[in-house]
């Protein structure tokens, strides 16, 4: 029992003390989150005002400061909060005998540096895919990832605006992910998670980026526009489901790109439903006897 208290608080306070170093410049440069997502943002945020794809959106558009302290939100206040019960569920795995080596299928450590961060991005990247696929299949699951579509105007920003249940149900599927690696997370895994939350930032960005030929492998504000339409094509639960790449919405024939206006009304029938206010959103989708939308 000593096992999981110790688990709990140590989790808790490791990611505080990480967070709080962070904003001290304490931790290796490459490793900060913290400073590393508002360069990241700035620099998004600067090509949007430079480039704006529609022209007449506020540089401060509807809802930017909500998304604003959603990105922190997410990243570090509710990773502090979450982090001492993933340690405990560590511990517990390890004493029932699950470990992340029992899973695995193939060995990385033996392989070139540059294959290992590739094979994390796509295993990882596929995983998400799919948690989002889901995410919108299950009405249950959907109440949740409603709120990341309640975005009516789009900036990068929005990228981070989630539930925090969000979290939780990408957790299991990220972590089995690794674990057929056994568990391996190479050394520059850093260097995947920034790229992440760049493409991410971009995706949802006012530019019209397409990357040319490259867009059948890697996800673009355009295509990923269509992912937060009003309107979906008939007998459709959703479609664009592509994290950082595209590629698997082509491969499995989810991709839907009509025209590229930029211009489309967004959010989803009923969006008017969801509340306005960060604490709302905070415990929405939970009741069972919410009107399902
Ligand atoms: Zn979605
Ligand atoms: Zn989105």
């Known amino acids: 029992m000593n096992d999981y208290i110790t688990a709990l608080t140590d ?21 900060n989150y913290f400073w590393g997502l508002i360069v990241i943002s700035i620099l998004v945020w600067i090509l949007e005002m430079t480039f704006p794809w529609r022209k007449e959106q506020s540089i401060f558009r509807k809802d930017f400061w909500l998304d604003a302290f959603y990105m922190f939100f997410n990243f570090f206040i509710f990773a502090i909060f979450i982090s001492g019960f993933y340690n405990l569920l560590e511990v517990a795995f390890t004493n029932l005998g699950v470990t992340s080596k029992s899973l695995a299928i193939v060995n990385p450590i033996s392989w070139p540096q540059w294959l290992q961060l590739l094979v994390f991005f796509i295993l990882l990247d596929f995983v998400q895919w799919f948690t989002h696929v889901c995410l919108h299949k299950f009405p249950v699951l959907w ?28 957790k299991p599927l990220k972590t089995l992910g690794v674990m057929f690696l056994g568990g391996f997370e190479p050394e520059q895994a850093y260097i995947v998670h920034f790229a992440a939350i760049a493409i ?4 949802h960005a006012n530019i019209k980026l397409t990357w040319g030929p490259l867009k059948y492998i ?17 007998g459709r639960y959703g479609v664009n489901f592509g994290i950082s790449l595209s590629l698997w919405d082509y491969l499995f024939k989810t991709n839907y790109i009509p025209e590229q206006s930029g211009t489309i009304p967004l959010g989803f029938p009923g969006d008017e439903k969801i509340p306005k206010s960060f604490w709302k959103q905070l415990v929405y989708g939970f009741k069972s006897k919410q009107k399902k939308i």
């Open 143 to 170: 109440q949740f990832h409603k709120i990341h579509h309640s975005v009516k105007e789009m900036g990068f920003a929005a990228h981070l605006r989630y539930h925090w249940m969000e979290n939780i149900l990408y």
């Open 218 to 234: 890697l996800n673009n504000p355009v295509m990923h526009l269509y992912h937060h339409s009003y309107t979906l094509p008939e």
């Open 11 to 31: 989790g808790f306070e490791g990611a505080a003390r990480w967070t709080w170093n962070s904003i001290l410049f304490d931790v290796p440069w490459y490793t």
């Open 200 to 203: 991410g930032h971009l995706n």
